[in-house]
């Protein structure tokens, strides 16, 4: 009887490690310590999207992020139907979102099936009134995060800039 109840308490214990791994290479969350990841993994949502499934449309209010825990996803711009990143397990997107709720830049698609792991911008909030200081550290690396995806942005715009497209003389 003790190994049945061992059992099910291990595969828990087993799914939780999984949940604070995939947390601990997100970047916003990498100075978090074993409490407040647990902490942090009581508020997270967990979804799951199948194949070709719309996680959200360009245009629609940003509500949180997402972490994905399996399967990948497009980020698409819809009007052209363009393609502008292809994500993995363990990455995530719609960080931003947490800060305000301005319209979705882009539209997110589950490419495969997919587990995700979700933080809402209300339960952060709820977090940041119950534990500020927990609340300021992923604020801290919300900005860190932001900062430095600005950062490769603008290097990426002024090399596109100054590549010049020479016009073949004859």
Known sequence: ???????????KQKE???IRDILRKVPIFKDLNNRELNRLERILHRREYRQDEVIFHQG???LGMYVIE?????????????????????EFFGELSLLDDSPRTASAIAKT???????????LFDLIDLDPRLGVKILLGLSRTIGER??????????LKHLKVQPETD
């Open 70 to 90: 399996s399967g990948s996803v497009g980020i698409m711009l819809v009007p052209a139907q363009t393609a502008i990143a292809e994500l993995f397990d363990g």
């Open 60 to 62: 629609d209010p940003g």
């Open 16 to 18: 939780e490690d999984n």
């Open 113 to 123: 099936p997919c587990k995700m792991l979700c933080l809402f911008q209300p339960d």
């Open 150 to 159: 600005l950062k490769r942005t603008n290097e990426h715009v002024h090399i």
């Open 1 to 11: 009887m003790n190994s049945f109840w061992g059992n099910i308490f291990k595969a």
